[in-house]
């Protein structure tokens, strides 16, 4: 009954409106230089193939990237959050994605969402907002992501240092 | 006014998701499907009272809390928790007077004593006089729980949150 009367309201919502997809709302943002929009590759671990064995590699191929969006609230801008903050929350609170978490007290609220099956998702978000800050959305993208695998990897990935590497390489990008 | 909340307030809808951007209301809530790839995770740990708490987590759907400071939100958490415990046909558990406040315990029952499909925990009343919550005065916490739920654990995981209320389910392990 239940599944049923969900069934229902995504059709209705499918049916009459069709919320921009957060793919969309990223490339659209990047333009905006109230926005900065960063898109970081696994590459950037700096981890050799070489390095890894089969399990570990085939863990972290199954990550991409990592995409973030961030709107930093100025006083020039103050009066375009609100309106970004509600495009944002329609497309996570949307049927693409399954909430996991929500964390919400005062001023601030933080979300954790998922999309594709809980085994291999596809992608997994994350939506954090202050009502006095901005807010941040940033996406874990990859294809079936191995997320049993995930203390596996992040060993290996600490054993190869490639923390280390990412923090140089992100330095360098700012 | 009141009443006026109360019409509008549709039938079956979920008082949490509701207020989840409200600023006078703080909640937290872990979805099944949170739960499910946790219990993918199959963290290991040496420590017996870690791994007794761990089986109890793998053993919740879903976990839902919700506090507010605002006597009109209370209001209508309270209105919501009422039709709730009709519509799905919860017992009261037991009812408890805790440092002032009024705790409520509901649940859906199952053959087994221990174990409940729901438990939902309603504190109200809260005097802020005897309980210390920091510059925070909560009227109301409503906490939800569903799963397969063994009720001689959950006391743990309630006592964690140091809510008021918790002694009280604590004692029921030893009946």
Not at chain 1, 109 to 124: A, M, Q, T, W, Y
Not at chain 2, 89 to 118: C, I, P, Q
Not at chain 2, 166 to 174: A, E, I, P, R, V
Request: glycine residues 4%.
């Amino acid at each position: 009954m239940k599944k049923l009367l969900i069934f229902a309201v995504v059709v209705a919502f499918t049916g009459c409106s069709k919320t921009q997809s957060i793919q969309e709302y990223y490339v659209a943002k990047s333009e905006d230089p109230n926005f900065l929009v960063i898109d970081i590759p696994t590459s950037i671990l700096g981890i050799n193939n070489e390095v890894l064995n089969d399990e570990e590699q085939a863990a972290l191929d199954s990550f991409q990237k990592l995409n973030v969006l961030m709107f930093r609230k100025t006083a020039a801008n103050a009066e375009q959050f609100p309106e970004e903050l509600k495009i944002v929350r329609e497309i996570v609170d949307g049927e693409q994605f399954d909430p996991l978490m929500v964390v919400s007290d005062r001023q601030f609220s933080g979300k954790l969402l998922l999309e594709g099956s809980v085994e291999r998702p596809d992608e997994i978000v994350f939506f954090g907002s202050a009502t006095n800050e901005g807010f941040l959305l940033a996406r874990l993208i990859g294809s079936k992501m191995q997320v049993e695998k995930a203390v596996v990897l992040a060993k290996a990935l600490e054993r190869e240092g490639a923390l280390d590497n990412a923090v140089e390489a992100i330095g360098q990008m700012l | 006014m009141v009443a006026l909340i109360t019409a509008s307030f549709s039938w079956g809808q979920d008082v949490f998701e509701k207020y989840e951007y409200d600023d006078s209301v703080s909640y937290f809530s872990i979805s099944p499907k949170m739960f499910q790839m946790l219990a993918k995770l199959s963290i290991e740990t040496n420590d017996p009272e870690a791994d007794k708490f761990i089986k109890l987590v793998e053993e919740i759907e879903s976990f839902k809390v919700i506090t507010t400071e605002s006597k009109d939100v209370a209001q209508e958490i309270q209105t919501w928790v009422d039709k709730h415990i009709k519509t799905q046909n919860l017992d009261e558990l037991m009812r408890v007077r805790d440092k002032g406040a009024h705790v409520n315990f509901y649940v859906k029952s199952t053959k087994n004593d221990d174990r409940v499909k729901k438990l939902l925990m309603f504190v109200t009343d809260i005097n802020e006089g005897q309980i210390d919550l920091g510059d925070r005065k909560p009227e109301t916490v409503l906490l939800y729980l569903s799963g397969d739920i063994d009720l001689t654990q959950i006391s743990k995981l309630v006592n964690e949150m140091n809510l008021p209320g918790s002694q009280q389910l604590g004692k029921l392990n030893k009946k």
